[in-house]
C-alpha cells in the first residue's frame, strides 16, 4: 500500500513538473478542454484529481474500519475464551 | 453444519433444553448494568447473561462480572451495533439455539422474555421484536422520534408488506437462522434497524411483533436528538436503500439448503452469475 502511494506521489509531482517546466504544454491543453486561461485547466484537473483521490480514500477506509471493526470483536471473544481457560486450570490444579 | 443443526432442532430437541443467550450491550451504563443482569438472572428459566461492554470507561465491565455475567470487552468503543454483532457471534460459536437481546440501560423489562422465547419455540417467527407500540403502552416517546419512527414503519411496510411498528426496538429475541445473519457481513453494524428486518424479510425469514411495556429510560439520554435523529434519518433511508439492492440470493440459498458456515458478502459478488439459478423476483423476498 505504501509503495502505491509513493508510486502515486511521484507521477503527480512529475505531471507537476512538467506542467510548470513547459508552459506550451499547459496552453495545448487549454485549448483543447476551450478553456480561457491555463489557470482554469490548473483548477479543473487538480479538482478532478482531489475529488477522485477522496473516493478512493473513503472507499479504502471503510474497508479498513471494517476489518477493524473485525480484529476488535475477534479479539473481545477471544481474550474471554483465554480468561476462561485461565480460571478453568486454576481450578483443576487446585 | 446447517444440516446438522436441521438434525439437532428436529430430533434432539425434545430430550435437549433449549439454550438461551441474552445478550446486553453496554456502554458506560455503570449505574443499570447490575440490576438489569440481574433482573435477568433472577428468572425462573434456564438461560446464560452475556454483556458486551463497548469500550466503557466505567466500572460496567466489573459490575456485569459481579453480577454474574460474562463479560466480552471491546478494547475500543465500537458503536451499538457492533457490540450487538459480538454477542451474536459468540452465541453461534458457543452454539446458543435462542438470542435474547436487550438494552443495558433498563428501559426492557426481563419478565417479557419468556413470552419472546416461547414464540420462537413454538415456530411462529425468526424473529420476534418486543414492541413499544402495540397496544400496551407505559412509555411516551418524544414527538420527533416518533415521527422518524413512523417514516421506517412505513418504509418497512412498503418493502415487506408486513406492519411492523416498533421498528427501532432493541428489544428482539432470535433462532439460530437470525443469530447466523447478524453475526454475518450482512449485518449493517452502523446502525442496524429498519434495514436489517427489510434484509431479512428479503431472505425469507420470519419477523413477528409482540406488544408489551417499556420502562422510560432511567438515564433520560436518548441515542438521537435533536441534529442527530435528523442525521440519523438520512443514514438510514440510504441503508434501507442498499439494503433494497443487495443480492440477497447467497442468503437465502444458504438458509435453505447450503453448508456454508460464515455467510460472507464477498462471494455474492462472485456467485452473482444470473446463470447459477433463475433470481426471485427483486423486490420482494417471498
Known amino acids: ?94 | 453444519m446447517i444440516e446438522s443443526f436441521k438434525m439437532r432442532s428436529a430430533e434432539v430437541a425434545d430430550e435437549r433444553p433449549d439454550r438461551v443467550l441474552v445478550v446486553i450491550p453496554a456502554y458506560n451504563e455503570e449505574q443499570q448494568i447490575e440490576e438489569v443482569v440481574a433482573s435477568v438472572a433472577a428468572l425462573p428459566l434456564r438461560l446464560d447473561v452475556l454483556v458486551v461492554d463497548d469500550g466503557s470507561f466505567d466500572a460496567t465491565a466489573a459490575m456485569a462480572r459481579a453480577a454474574g455475567a460474562a463479560v466480552l470487552s471491546h478494547p475500543v468503543n465500537m458503536g451499538y451495533g457492533a457490540a450487538l454483532q459480538t454477542g451474536y457471534k459468540y452465541a453461534q460459536r458457543n452454539d446458543y439455539d435462542f438470542v435474547v437481546q436487550l438494552d443495558a440501560d433498563g428501559q426492557h423489562l426481563p419478565r417479557y422474555i419468556p413470552e419472546l422465547i416461547r414464540e420462537l419455540q413454538a415456530r411462529r417467527a425468526d424473529l420476534v421484536i418486543g414492541s413499544r407500540f402495540s397496544g400496551v403502552s407505559g412509555y411516551r416517546v418524544p414527538r420527533l422520534r416518533r415521527l422518524g419512527i413512523h417514516l421506517f414503519s412505513t418504509l418497512v411496510r412498503l418493502f415487506t408488506g408486513q406492519h411492523i411498528r416498533d421498528v427501532t426496538s432493541g428489544f428482539q429475541a432470535a433462532n439460530r437462522k437470525v443469530v447466523r445473519l447478524y453475526a454475518s457481513d450482512y449485518f449493517p453494524t452502523d446502525f442496524p434497524d429498519a434495514d436489517v428486518l427489510i434484509l431479512m424479510h428479503r431472505t425469507g425469514l420470519l419477523i413477528k411483533e409482540l406488544p408489551m411495556e417499556m420502562k422510560a429510560s432511567v438515564t433520560g439520554q436518548s441515542m438521537h436528538s435533536g441534529l442527530s435523529l435528523i442525521y440519523y434519518i438520512v443514514k438510514m433511508s440510504l441503508s434501507i436503500f442498499i439494503t433494497v439492492i443487495t443480492d440477497v440470493r447467497i442468503l437465502r440459498r444458504a438458509f435453505h439448503d447450503s453448508d456454508a458456515t460464515n455467510l460472507r458478502r464477498d462471494s455474492v459478488a462472485r456467485s452473482a452469475d444470473p446463470g447459477l439459478e433463475p433470481g426471485p423476483p427483486e423486490t420482494d423476498g417471498r
Open chain 1, 1 to 94: 500500500m505504501a509503495v502505491d502511494y509513493s508510486i502515486l506521489w511521484v507521477l503527480i509531482s512529475g505531471v507537476i513538473v512538467l506542467l510548470s517546466a513547459w508552459y506550451g504544454f499547459l496552453e495545448f491543453l487549454s485549448r483543447l478542454i476551450g478553456a480561457v486561461t491555463p489557470t482554469t485547466t490548473l483548477f479543473i484537473f487538480g479538482t478532478i484529481f482531489l475529488i477522485a483521490l477522496n473516493i478512493h480514500y473513503s472507499v479504502r477506509l471503510s474497508e479498513l474500519s471494517r476489518r477493524n471493526k473485525v480484529l476488535v470483536q475477534e479479539m473481545a471473544l477471544l481474550r474471554h475464551d483465554l480468561t476462561e481457560s485461565v480460571r478453568h486450570k486454576g481450578e483443576d490444579s487446585r
